[in-house]
């Protein structure tokens, strides 16, 4: 099979929500599409949605974070911050339930001091290693169950999921 620069160009393209504009009420699907919206510059996640999203009002992602609620500011992909649909924050949660790669410096390498904010954020959110046994089987990650499963995980677009798992 071959395939062009130009098809992978148009894929990408289609991917991201770049090739047909949505309109602004369906601005919270374009950010569940996307998996969030990146947000270590609040700027740069009112472009990346206004890239896709037609009349827009310039006060759009702060109203669905600070009034709406619709939107959580969170650190989640890659350890910076994103802004993900409030509704699937459970299942998000879930899966960075296990994830090590990021964590807070010196976190679970026997500093006391950086472990020590485990009693101000909890066992999940610092220093996952040190959380003892009885502690992690109390908690119970949400799941599709508990959560109900996103329209991105069964939206078919040419025939195809868009996203699955």
Known sequence: MSVTWRQVAAWRTR?????????????????????????????????????????????????????DRALVKTWSMRGTLHLLPAAEYPLWQAGFATYRHYRPTGCGRGTSKVCARRNRCGPRDCCPRSTSTSSRQHATPPTFSMVGRPKWCTDRRDGCPRYSW
């Open 15 to 67: 991917r991201h929500g770049l090739d047909v504009r949505r309109p602004a009420g369906e601005a919270l699907e374009v950010v569940s599409r996307l998996c969030g919206l990146h947000a270590q510059l609040m700027s740069s996640a009112g472009a990346t949605l206004r890239a896709r999203v037609d009349g827009l009002p310039d006060d759009a992602v702060e109203q669905a974070l600070w009034t």
